[in-house]
């Protein structure tokens, strides 16, 4: 079982709708999550990050976390063609360990 | 957020020859750098963990002769890839931990002919 899992996708929404992400854990004991986007050939960018059960809303993005069921999640509201990336969920208790990573594509 | 640079962005080099690639914390001290490759339309993948003033500390199957990692300030990391064959042709990424959070450099493409 992978210690960070995502489903690859691609993941294709139209402009406008709300755009669902997921990410479900292993270890029991992590402390701190985050959503990171990865536009091709750049680097990630930390978009959010969430320490505690429940919602967090910045602007479009809500990250919601749920530990109980080792369950974490980004809701990219009102999707542009921008948003089209590739979204990492990484989580973090001694060390940061990654997703592999959900392809996002906003269609006109 | 925090701010990662890396030095530099892109390079070619000849099979056989050496390449060192920066990266420096540019708004707050970093006691904890990571190194990264990325394969393309591949996922990331750890290389190793550099502390300041300590040796690195490589994932398996990490060769650390071959990539060289010095984190010798609390701004500075480098990583040199020693004796570069194009198999080693990839985007290396460097990220600086600030507490929890960690922030990514630009990345430096590396092509080896």
């Known amino acids: 079982q992978k210690e960070v899992e995502q489903n690859s996708g691609p993941l294709s929404v139209p402009e406008g709708a709300i755009a669902s992400l997921n990410c479900t854990y292993s270890?029991?004991?992590?402390?701190?999550f985050f959503w990171y986007r990865q536009y091709s050939g750049k680097s990630p960018e930390l978009i959010m990050s969430?320490?505690?059960?429940g919602d967090k809303e910045d602007g479009r993005f809500t990250a919601q976390l749920n530990k109980a069921s080792q369950y974490v999640s980004l809701l990219i509201r009102d999707s542009q063609p921008s948003d089209s990336a590739t979204y990492l969920c990484?989580?973090?208790?001694?060390?940061?360990?990654f997703g592999a990573g959900t392809r996002l594509t906003v269609k006109p | 957020g925090a701010v990662v640079s890396q030095h530099p962005s892109r390079v070619i080099c000849k099979s056989g020859t050496s390449v060192k690639i920066e990266c420096r914390s540019l708004?707050?001290?970093?006691?904890?750098m990571f190194w990264y490759r990325q394969f393309p339309k591949k996922s990331l993948m750890l290389m190793a963990t550099?502390?300041?003033?300590?040796?690195?500390?490589?994932e398996q199957g990490v060769e650390k002769d071959k990539f060289l990692i010095n984190h010798a300030s609390l701004t500075l990391s480098t990583l040199t890839v020693t004796s570069a064959h194009p198999e080693d042709s990839s985007f290396y990424i460097c990220?600086?931990?600030?507490?929890?959070?960690?922030?990514f450099g630009p990345g430096t493409r590396l092509t080896v002919t």
């Open positions: 990220s600086a931990s600030e507490g929890s959070e960690q922030y």
């Open positions: 990484a989580v973090n208790r001694d060390d940061m360990r």
């Open positions: 270890d029991r004991g992590s402390q701190s």
């Open positions: 969430i320490y505690s059960n």
């Open positions: 708004d707050f001290q970093a006691t904890t």
């Open positions: 550099s502390n300041e003033g300590s040796k690195a500390t490589y």
